[in-house]
């Protein structure tokens, strides 16, 4: 892993696109060790202009002069804030674990709250935060993505990730802490037809998300990725298709009802 330091000129950057409900993205790194096969930041100008591997790299944002909290503070003047952590990174990857970026960010957060805060990961490590999330003034939610439930498709498309049996774990603490959460299936990926019923114990609420809805051209950027590829390796080649979140969502509706599934954008957008 190529692991480098860096002051950035900025941590708030203004939310457009698929997050322009939001105010700003706040991503505590550049790169992910997860490296996930699908993932739509490999085709991105932070991916590209980088000239490195995608999941081969992190870049560590050092807050050397407390420029968060003053970034943080000049937004709040200025009007209402939303923050979207993370939209091109996982603010809870490996890394997390021994530079505490992250947790610097949500320290700052636990005394001055933004107007809402959406914290989207898939990864474990975000149980050791409980202690600052239980305690969160700010209103928030914390939303695990969990993309099938079966743990073969796991591998073959994210095979740095947690295990499905680690976030459903994670999930079970949060909720235990009574820290508001949600399943993200972002994006869908083959599954069985018990996977409404595998994350009911652990969330009240899903969004159900697939490339060509929120990778932000369409699925295009996706399909620049050679993932359908990677379907057809698998013989799951009719799981690659803009028809095969229906199916899914049915199947979180009929167990959650239709109030607690979200299709697509309506599921990350700041609540009110």
């Known amino acids: 892993m190529d692991i480098e ?7 708030l950057t203004k939310a457009s696109g698929f ?31 980088s000239g490195k591997t995608w999941g081969e790299w992190v870049t560590v944002k050092e807050d050397m002069s407390n420029q968060f909290k003053k970034e943080l503070l000049r ?4 009007g209402p ?24 960010l949500l320290e700052v957060m636990h005394e001055t709250p933004p107007d809402f805060l959406f914290i989207q990961t ?14 969160y003034k700010g209103d928030f939610i914390v939303s695990m993505t969990i993309e099938t439930d079966r743990e073969e498709i796991i591998r073959h498309f994210t095979p740095h990730a947690p295990s499905i049996q680690a976030r459903l774990s994670t999930l079970k603490k949060l909720k235990q802490a009574h820290i508001p959460v949600q399943v993200a299936v972002a994006p869908v990926l083959p599954c069985t037809d018990h996977f409404a019923n595998v ?17 932000g051209s369409n699925g295009r950027r996706t399909q620049s990725l050679g993932i359908q590829s990677m379907y057809h390796d698998i013989g799951e080649d009719a799981w690659y298709n803009p028809k095969a979140y229906i199916y899914v969502s ?13 299709i697509s954008v309506e599921g990350f957008r700041p609540k009110s």
């Open 5 to 11: 330091f860096r002051q950035p000129k900025q941590f």
């Open 250 to 262: 049915k199947l979180m509706k009929e167990t959650f009802g239709e109030k607690h599934v979200n």
């Open 75 to 78: 937004a709040k003047q200025k």
């Open 199 to 215: 994350l009911k114990p652990y969330t009240d609420q899903v969004t159900v998300d697939d490339y060509f809805m929120g990778d």
């Open 19 to 49: 997050l322009s409900d939001y105010t700003h993205t706040l991503n505590p790194y550049m790169g992910c060790q997860f490296g996930c096969h699908y993932c739509y930041v490999r085709k991105s100008p932070i991916s590209l202009f």
């Open 81 to 104: 804030t939303t923050l979207f952590m993370s939209s091109s990174t996982d603010p809870y990857q490996p890394i997390e674990k021994k530079y505490k970026v992250t947790r610097q």
């Open 122 to 135: 898939r990864g474990t490590l975000i149980q050791r935060d409980i202690d600052l999330l239980s305690t």
